[in-house]
């Protein structure tokens, strides 16, 4: 699910630094705003709008960020409203929504994980790339030389 | 490309997957969402009907005690054939 890989360059101290912040952004903002799922969304895309003109490695690392957390943001945003519906209206607890809270759950839970993780290795300069969401980013985001 | 389109299927299928297999599990059972729910029902109910008993005037005339609980009845059984 996690690949450690060789990235073209050796990233500076001050990289791996702000790298390693566009994951704990979103920890976070997991932590602060936890009911509500576009807040971790929202702290990751302005940590990524603020580092557009970083360097490769920075830029890199905030997009595998921003990417991740966007595909949350559905998932998330479904559970959230389908939980506003039971309470407020008329909808009922079925034994398929306690499923999908469940099956939610276990997402952002190895989300969660697999973010504090990065965040470690990113802070060691180690370029970490996801299942999925690695081969994602190498596509958006490009070095400019 | 197609390599990611292979991976981000997967994922969506392993969402998917996970939130089938789980849904057949009969969760109101295991976690006992209806006898929590009738408890709350009973809990709740309770003061509604002391503060009535207590503003409104009990008739316990027992031909309009009895029309009303037939009608009760009939309502309820309805209710809970749509519900199945």
Known sequence: ?145 | MKKIIIQGAITILLFFGTWFALAQIDWIKVFKVQMVTDKTEQKLGEPFWKIIKTTEKENKNFHLVNAIESIVTQVCKTDLKEKQ
Do not use: D
């Open chain 1, 1 to 145: 699910m996690i690949q450690i890989k060789q990235f073209s360059y050796e990233p500076s101290e001050h990289e791996a630094e702000s790298a390693s912040s566009s994951y704990l952004m979103s920890l976070i903002a997991i932590i602060v705003g936890l009911p509500l799922p576009i807040v971790n969304l929202l702290a990751t895309l302005i940590f990524y709008l603020g580092n557009r003109k970083s360097t490769y490695f920075v830029r890199w690392h905030c997009t595998q960020a921003l990417v991740s957390q966007l595909s949350m943001l559905f998932i998330n945003s479904y559970g959230f409203w389908w939980t506003i519906s039971i309470i407020f209206a008329e909808e009922t607890i079925t034994s398929n929504y306690i499923a999908y809270i469940i099956a939610v759950i276990i997402f952002n839970l190895t989300e969660f994980i697999a973010t504090i993780y990065t965040a470690i290795q990113t802070r060691k300069g180690i370029h970490v790339e996801w299942w999925f969401y690695g081969a994602l980013t190498n596509i958006i985001c490009k070095s400019k030389s």
